[in-house]
């Protein structure tokens, strides 16, 4: 059973930074895309920032140059680095893969995990 889970999120002052974490667990061989999303209630979950295994990289708009994905392939894990925090920013964040090989050769796609609250006070 793969899973990701969260963690990182929290309470910060307009302006302040926090770094979010998501950990794949499981019997994993590889992961393709890793990408973090957000949804605010009553409003469609968005891309926030998106890596490739290969590095590449992809931020929506509204990041600005504030946020930083990054990855650790060995450990299976992405990273948001969020800077300069905005009250806007104030969602449930979720790590999401589109997909995992198993080391038993099972093929998952499209996981997400439960998601980390992040508020910004203005």
């Known amino acids: 059973q793969v899973q990701l889970v969260e963690s990182g999120g929290g309470l910060v002052q307009a302006g302040g930074s926090l770094r979010l974490s998501c950990a794949a667990s499981?019997?994993?061989?590889?992961?393709?895309?890793m990408a973090w999303y957000r949804q605010a209630p009553g409003k469609q979950r968005e891309l926030v920032a998106k890596?490739?295994?290969?590095?590449?990289?992809q931020y929506a708009d509204f990041v600005k140059g504030r946020f930083t994905i990054s990855r650790d392939i060995a450990k299976n894990a992405v990273y948001l680095q969020m800077t300069n925090l905005e009250p806007d920013d104030t969602s449930h964040y979720y790590c999401?893969?589109?997909?995992?090989?198993?080391?038993?050769?099972?093929?998952?796609?499209?996981?997400w995990g439960r998601g980390t609250q992040v508020t910004v006070s203005s």
């Open positions: 999401h893969t589109d997909s995992v090989w198993t080391m038993n050769y099972q093929f998952i796609v499209n996981l």
């Open positions: 890596m490739t295994k290969e590095g590449d990289t």
């Open positions: 499981g019997s994993i061989s590889s992961i393709n895309v």
